[in-house]
């Protein structure tokens, strides 16, 4: 069989069934990704994947999680920006159901920047957290984050897709104020490894780049279980909405 | 060689982070298949 009938014939199997994509595909880059986390891992702690680094020793192999899940807070936050700013100008709720999904994933990632950047501060700095630009920025950009999920998660009001969108906004503006402080203020963390005259090993990034890349494809995965769990809620609730509408005993007026 | 356990306790807490969010989605899918099974009863 050669491979445009076999296209066809997958094409045609998929618009009959539209759950199959989500059957068939979700599975294999769920096991792909499971593949690629833990050769990404293997190659980040393993001295055959990348050096280890001569002043800091083996704790300087928190740089392939710290950094990689840094670089996927701030890729979701700027897809958040362009849902949001879409939402906005459009009102449309699968542009709204995008930011809040990428906000709650980035906020899960950069998370994970502010445990792991302390917990590789104590043994190489001597402190757990210092504030610094750096720091201060990077904790003042969860915050705002965490703020918007909990404008999302407790405000009912009609206007909160709105609102929220103006501080996602507001949040992203603060992305390349974290990125760039070190460029610009003298600050306890260290200085870039790419850019404004920063150098690493060829073998460093690579794996760096792997980790990033492993990372990315998990969020992918997680943004796309949580927007159709967003959705299908959404779907529940305007059917409970029209139900309690249905069941609601009919008024006076109407009676008459 | 003495950092080696903060290398543990940070990987180990990114996926610690990682499972917990994945773990409220599971939940969260679980609560609301039992809300449709409610609804289409």
Redesign the interface.
């Known amino acids: 069989m050669s491979f445009e009938p076999r296209a066809l014939a997958l094409s045609k199997l998929v618009t009959r069934n539209p759950k199959l994509p989500m059957k068939i595909v979700f599975p294999i880059l769920v096991i792909l990704t499971g593949v690629l986390l833990s050769y990404a ?1 293997y190659m980040a ?1 393993s001295p055959n994947g990348a050096p280890t680094e001569q002043t ?4 300087q ?2 740089f392939y ?2 950094v990689p ?1 840094a670089w996927t807070a701030f890729l979701l936050f700027f897809i958040n920006l362009g849902a949001s700013v879409y939402y906005l100008i459009r009102r449309c709720p699968t542009a709204d159901i995008l930011a809040l999904v990428t906000a709650e ?1 980035g906020v ?1 990632f950069c ?2 920047v502010l ?2 950047g302390p ?2 501060a ?3 700095w001597g402190i757990w957290w210092t504030w610094d630009m750096r720091l201060t920025s990077t904790l003042v950009l969860w915050l705002i984050y965490v703020s918007y999920l909990f404008l999302r998660r407790f405000s009912s009001s009609g206007q909160t897709p709105v609102l929220a969108a103006a501080l996602a906004v507001l949040g992203a503006l603060c992305v390349p104020f974290v990125y760039f402080s070190i460029w610009f203020f003298r600050t306890q963390h260290p200085q870039p490894v790419m850019g404004n005259g920063g150098s690493i090993d060829p073998r460093m990034l690579h794996v760096l780049l792997l980790n990033w890349l492993a990372f990315s494809c ?1 969020a992918f995965l ?1 943004c796309w ?2 927007f159709r ?1 967003e959705k ?2 959404r779907e ?1 609730d305007e ?2 909405a029209m ?1 309690s509408l249905l069941d609601e005993p009919a008024s006076p007026r109407s009676a008459r | ?4 356990p ?2 543990f ?3 180990a ?2 996926w610690i ?2 499972i917990a ?2 773990t409220t ?1 599971v939940r ?2 679980a609560r ?1 298949k039992r ?2 099974e409610e ?1 289409k009863k």
């Not at chain 1, 800091?56 to 704790?59: A, E, K, L, R, S």
């Not at chain 2, 060689?1 to 080696?4: E, I």
């Open positions: 891992m702690l800091m020793g083996m704790v192999r928190i999680y710290h899940s994933v899960v998370t994970v445990v792991t917990i590789w104590r043994p190489v998990f997680v279980s949580r769990l299908l809620q529940v059917a409970h139900r | 060689m003495t950092a080696d903060y290398l306790a940070a990987y807490a990114t982070i990682h969010y994945l989605i969260r899918y609301l809300e449709i609804l």
